[in-house]
T-cell receptor
Framework: AQSVAQPEDQVNVAEGNPLTVKCTYS??????LFWYVQYPNRGLQFLLK??????LVKGSYGFEAEFNKSQTSFHLKKPSALVSDSALYFC??????????????FGQGTTLQVKP | GAVVSQHPSWVICKSGTSVKIECRSL??????MFWYRQFPKQSLMLMAT?????????EQGVEKDKFLINHASLTLSTLTVTSAHPEDSSFYIC?????????????FGPGTRLLVL
């Protein structure tokens, strides 16, 4: 079965430091993986996606993610965190059998707290 | 590009009334839209897939007569919560699929907070 795991409920970093939000997945076939961010009381915003090609994917707001097939991971990273990056982050692979990537699997998400 | 709007952004209603929430893709056409609900500090729960020109597909455990979905055009899907009760109070989020390259990407609306008194 398709699944996703974000092992950390919360990540705390100081502003200016690099940040990593972890994601591991279990999908059959070629994985298509997405990262979304949710600010308080808002919908989700698309950050980036891995479809195929380069393992390092660059996205919005200076975020990037590295697809690692051997470790089945797709960790989200940013070289220098901002206080405004504080939000809830979701890693989402498509649901197995979905004819398009519309049906995604969402885990519990990881809350990122960036302190000044 | 790829902007999705929802209206209203929040609504308070009395128990027993019906509430309609609109989801619009503003700058693209979406044959498929999705409706989610989210409880505080929890993840998104997919409620249904809204297909333009056909009936919605509901996830297991979601009452289709309770949550009516109409996908009237390629840019509009509506969710009507019928005979709302306090337990229907939640944050409802829609998304619309946009094909970009070989696969589609979901773009989400800003959400609608429903409070049923």
């Amino acid at each position: 079965a398709q699944s996703v795991a974000q092992p950390e409920d919360q990540v705390n970093v100081a502003e200016g430091n690099p940040l990593t939000v972890k994601c591991t997945y279990s999908v059959s076939g070629n994985p298509y993986l997405f990262w979304y961010v949710q600010y308080p009381n808002r919908g989700l915003q698309f950050l980036l996606k891995y479809i195929t090609g380069d393992n390092l994917v660059k996205g919005s707001y200076g975020f990037e993610a590295e697809f690692n097939k051997s470790q089945t991971s797709f960790h989200l990273k940013k070289p220098s965190a901002l206080v405004s990056d504080s939000a809830l982050y979701f890693c989402a692979p498509p649901r197995k059998g979905s004819s398009n990537t519309g049906k995604l699997i969402f885990g519990q998400g990881t809350t990122l707290q960036v302190k000044p | 590009g790829a902007v999705v709007s929802q209206h209203p952004s929040w609504v308070i209603c009395k128990s027993g009334t019906s509430v309609k929430i609109e989801c619009r893709s503003l700058d693209f056409q979406a044959t498929t839209m999705f409706w989610y609900r989210q409880f505080p500090k929890q993840s998104l729960m997919l409620m249904a897939t809204s297909n333009e020109g056909s009936k919605a597909t509901y996830e297991q455990g979601v009452e289709k007569d309770k949550f009516l979905i109409n996908h009237a055009s390629l840019t509009l899907s509506t969710l009507t919560v019928t005979s709302a009760h306090p337990e229907d109070s939640s944050f409802y989020i829609c998304s619309a699929s946009l094909r970009e390259g070989p696969r589609e990407t979901q773009y989400f609306g800003p959400g609608t907070r429903l409070l049923v008194l």
